[in-house]
């Protein structure tokens, strides 16, 4: 299947400053998701994105869907303790793959209060 | 239902033993996935649902693993003679597919093989 490259793997950063991940793919996808997952939790769903080039906002959070769909980023704004958690990517590719989502490792959120 | 409803939240089964996951999806979502994640993982994918098509069963890890879906509603996710390496986090999504690509998740069952 697709390999998504997420990164950074971790990050340790003080509350207040911005964040940014990004994932990269070998392959063209459709569609880009990014969730945020809590210790315990299923992920949620954060923005979704479905068109080259598109930006898209969720309050502090930004994500774009690369020119060349094969790769997303994700800003978060002015980080606050709560943003804590694991954000994954997911891209879709429609039709001839079965239409299943292919996942990120995940980038870790770690904010000093 | 408002979300994605998985069972048991936790399950805990002596090695050797089967076990099923049950899934209850979105009302009126036509796609459902089951993924697993291990500790400290991302998501694996394991099969597809996709209204009345045949699934998509490519990531199932081994002739143990095994899914049913019942129309477009509940789904169970079965795991005959668990070994140790089952032992991980078992998700279920749903979406309405083509129409708005989006998929929600469940909170997940905990399976811990003993």
């Known amino acids: 299947g697709q390999q998504l490259n997420q990164s950074p793997q971790s990050m340790f950063i003080q509350e207040g400053e911005d964040v940014s991940m990004n994932c990269t793919s070998s392959?063209?996808?459709?569609?880009w998701l990014w969730y945020k997952q809590e210790p315990g939790e299923g992920p949620v769903l954060l923005i979704a994105l479905y068109k080259a080039g598109e930006l898209t906002s969720n309050g502090r959070l930004t994500a774009q869907f690369g020119i060349t769909r094969k790769d997303s980023f994700l800003n978060i704004s002015a980080s606050i303790p709560s943003d804590v958690g694991i954000y994954f990517c997911?891209?879709?590719?429609?039709?001839?793959?079965?239409?299943?989502?292919?996942f990120g490792t995940g980038t870790s959120l770690t904010v000093i209060p | 239902g408002a979300g994605v409803s998985q069972s048991p939240s936790n399950k805990v089964t002596e090695k050797g033993k089967d076990v099923e996951l049950r899934c209850d999806p979105i009302?009126?979502?036509?796609?459902l996935y089951w993924y697993r994640q291990r500790l400290g993982q991302g998501l694996e994918f394991l099969i597809y649902f996709q209204g009345n098509s045949a699934p998509d069963k490519s990531g199932l890890p081994s002739d143990r693993f095994s899914a049913e879906r019942t129309g477009e509603s509940v789904s169970t996710l079965t795991i005959q003679r668990t070994q140790q390496e089952d032992s991980a986090v078992y998700l279920c999504?749903?979406?309405?597919?083509?129409?708005?690509?989006?998929?929600?998740f469940g909170q997940g069952t905990r399976l811990t093989v003993v």
């Open positions: 999504a749903s979406s309405l597919a083509l129409a708005t690509r989006e998929a929600f």
């Open positions: 997911a891209g879709q590719v429609l039709g001839g793959d079965g239409n299943q989502f292919y």
């Open positions: 392959s063209i996808f459709n569609t």
């Open positions: 009302s009126g979502h036509t796609a």
